[in-house]
T-cell receptor, first 114, second 114 residues
Framework: DAGVIQSPRHEVTEMGQEVTLRCKPISGHNSLFWYRQTMMRGLELLIYFNNNVPIDDSGMPEDRFSAKMPNASFSTLKIQPSEPRDSAVYFC????????????FGPGTRLTVL | GENVEQHPSTLSVQEGDSAVIKCTYSDSASNYFPWYKQELGKRPQLIIDIRSNVGEKKDQRIAVTLNKTAKHFSLHITETQPEDSAVYFCAGSYSGAGSYQLTFGKGTKLSVIP
């Protein structure tokens, strides 16, 4: 099993640019989670999907953030326009929710907004 | 919503000693409590978990205990080794809306001194 796959692994962009982060969950998993990790705020849940449907997006900081899951094997997190305070590591995780709550994390995308 | 408090934020132990990290949670409906280990620059990885119908679980040198009445759970690492040095996160969750939504503690940075 390849595990959760995220791309890109590192992204450096300038303020105001659009950023798109990508995630491929583990095959067969039906829940997908997007997290943001910073030193100040720790691990924050941004949004999660169950069976491709967004269930809770209350963690999305503002309208500049959006997420989609067009099918069971792909999700995107988009920031438009990006700001320096968006700099963080963004993790995607997936789980097989009808079996257990165990979430498996991807390697993360380190985003730097200049 | 769930709130998870984790203590201490940093912990230093001598190699071979034991380490204990404690967490409390607020939502009595929570029924799943995983622990994740995150090494520097890496993804969080599950090391052990416990469900609310069990009071204790052990896996080699690590163990977790759960006190539902007091709403707290703890991670115990015995015979610590330098490779145990990492940040440890506890989390609480319940299976709502068909999926397990994790709320993480702020993390404990464990340093094992050779």
């Amino acid at each position: 099993d390849a595990g959760v796959i995220q791309s890109p692994r590192h992204e450096v962009t300038e303020m105001g640019q659009e950023v798109t982060l990508r995630c491929k969950p583990i095959s067969g998993h039906n829940s997908l989670f997007w997290y943001r990790q910073t030193m100040m705020r720790g691990l924050e849940l941004l949004i999660y999907f169950n069976n491709n449907v967004p269930i809770d997006d209350s963690g999305m900081p503002e309208d500049r953030f959006s997420a989609k899951m067009p099918n069971a094997s792909f999700s995107t997190l988009k920031i438009q326009p990006s700001e320096p305070r968006d700099s963080a590591v963004y993790f995607c995780a997936s789980s097989f929710s009808t079996v257990s709550g165990t979430q498996y994390f991807g390697p993360g995308t380190r985003l730097t907004v200049l | 919503g769930e709130n998870v408090e984790q203590h201490p934020s940093t912990l230093s132990v001598q190699e071979g000693d034991s380490a204990v990290i404690k967490c409390t949670y607020s939502d009595s409906a929570s029924n799943y409590f995983p622990w994740y280990k995150q090494e520097l620059g890496k993804r969080p990885q599950l090391i052990i978990d416990i469900r609310s119908n069990v009071g204790e679980k052990k896996d080699q040198r690590i163990a977790v205990t759960l006190n539902k009445t007091a709403k707290h759970f703890s991670l115990h690492i015995t015979e610590t080794q330098p490779e145990d040095s990492a940040v440890y996160f506890c989390a609480g969750s319940y299976s709502g809306a068909g999926s397990y939504q994790l709320t993480f503690g702020k993390g404990t940075k464990l340093s094992v001194i050779p």
